[in-house]
C-alpha cells in the first residue's frame, strides 16, 4: 500500500506560478511511476505529468511543455510539480498518482486506470 498526499495548490493570476508537492508513504520502494492528473469541473480527469520513480524520466502533456517541471525528492519521498505561466486553463483539481506495475507500452501511464493509487487533490486556480 501507498498513500500519497498533495498539498500546494492555491489561486494564482495568468502567468503566475505554483509548485504542487505529493509526498508518498508505505510502501515507497515499490512505487515504479508517479503520475500528475487533474481535473476541470465537467471533464474528465487528465494526465498532465509522469515520472519513472528510479530513473527519473519525464512525460508531458504537450499543453504544459516548457511550463510544468516534474521532479523527485528521493530521500523525503516527495513528488513536486512545478508550474509556471499558468493558464486559466490550467484551473483543475490536481491528483498525485502512483503505479506499482510495470508496462512496457509507456503511454498506458497517461491513463488513469493504470494507477492504482491517488491522492485527495489539490485546487489550483488561475484567473485572469
Known amino acids: 500500500q501507498v498513500q500519497l498526499e498533495e498539498s500546494g495548490g492555491g489561486s494564482v493570476q495568468v502567468g503566475g506560478s505554483l509548485r504542487l508537492s505529493c509526498a508518498a508513504s508505505?510502501?515507497?520502494?515499490?512505487?515504479?511511476?508517479m503520475g500528475w492528473f487533474r481535473q476541470a469541473p465537467g471533464k474528465e480527469r487528465e494526465f498532465v505529468a509522469s515520472?519513472?520513480?528510479?530513473?527519473?524520466?519525464?512525460s508531458y502533456v504537450y499543453s504544459v511543455r516548457g511550463r510544468f517541471t516534474v521532479s523527485r525528492d528521493n530521500a523525503n519521498n516527495t513528488v513536486y510539480l512545478q508550474m509556471n505561466s499558468l493558464k486559466p486553463e490550467d484551473t483543475a483539481v490536481y491528483y498525485c498518482?502512483?503505479?506499482?506495475?510495470?508496462?512496457?507500452?509507456?503511454?498506458?501511464?497517461?491513463?488513469?486506470?493504470?494507477?492504482?493509487?491517488w491522492g485527495q487533490g489539490t485546487q489550483v486556480t488561475v484567473s485572469s
Open positions: 515520472l519513472r520513480w528510479r530513473t527519473g524520466t519525464t
Open positions: 498518482a502512483a503505479t506499482m506495475n510495470y508496462y512496457a507500452n509507456s503511454d498506458v501511464y497517461k491513463q488513469t486506470r493504470y494507477f492504482g493509487y
Open positions: 508505505g510502501r515507497t520502494s515499490s512505487i515504479y511511476v
